[in-house]
């Protein structure tokens, strides 16, 4: 008997809704990186890109832990000499939360082709409301 590999026309992806409200920020991102990636599934293969869409709603209501608001820092470089830009998640979690948790989903996934269109079927919103009830998505509880 072979081990079964997974083709790239055969994969299904499924939608997927986390609700990130009162929960860290930590252990939504590794969530969402898991169902981006298509590891939760049993047909799962390395080599190819067998993830699933997912959409995080509540980012402005995500937890960080400790002192992590005052502490942690989000660094940027503009492209000239000494424009290293720093702020800290206490000011990028009150503007834009959603950064916040594509920044920790982004840190989980691999960084390559697979990782980078993983990226891409990553939905994130501030409130409970999404535009994608087309899709009928789940609920993914954890």
């Given at each position: 008997?072979?081990?079964?590999?997974?083709?790239?026309?055969?994969?299904?992806?499924?939608?997927?809704?986390?609700?990130?409200a009162g929960?860290?920020?930590?252990?939504?991102?590794a969530?969402?990186?898991?169902?981006?990636?298509?590891?939760?599934?049993?047909?799962?293969?390395?080599h190819?890109?067998?993830?699933d869409h997912?959409?995080?709603?509540?980012?402005?209501?995500?937890?960080l832990?400790?002192?992590k608001?005052?502490?942690?820092?989000?660094?940027?470089?503009?492209?000239?000499?000494?424009?290293l830009?720093?702020?800290?998640?206490?000011?990028?979690?009150?503007?834009?939360?959603?950064?916040?948790?594509?920044?920790?989903?982004?840190g989980?996934?691999p960084?390559?082709?697979?990782?980078?269109a993983?990226?891409?079927?990553?939905?994130?919103?501030?409130?409970?409301?999404?535009?994608?009830?087309?899709?009928?998505?789940e609920?993914?509880?954890?």
């Amino acid at each position: 008997m072979s081990t079964y590999m997974a083709k790239k026309g055969e994969v299904e992806r499924k939608w997927y809704v986390i609700d990130a409200a009162g929960k860290t920020l930590g252990k939504v991102a590794a969530e969402a990186a898991v169902l981006l990636r298509g590891k939760h599934k049993v047909t799962f293969t390395p080599h190819v890109d067998c993830g699933d869409h997912v959409i995080i709603i509540n980012c402005k209501d995500v937890v960080l832990t400790g002192k992590k608001l005052e502490q942690k820092k989000w660094y940027r470089h503009t492209g000239y000499v000494g424009h290293l830009k720093e702020t800290n998640y206490a000011t990028l979690m009150a503007t834009r939360p959603t950064k916040a948790v594509e920044l920790a989903v982004k840190g989980m996934v691999p960084s390559n082709t697979i990782g980078r269109a993983a990226m891409l079927r990553l939905r994130l919103f501030e409130g409970a409301e999404h535009n994608h009830q087309a899709q009928k998505p789940e609920a993914w509880e954890f």
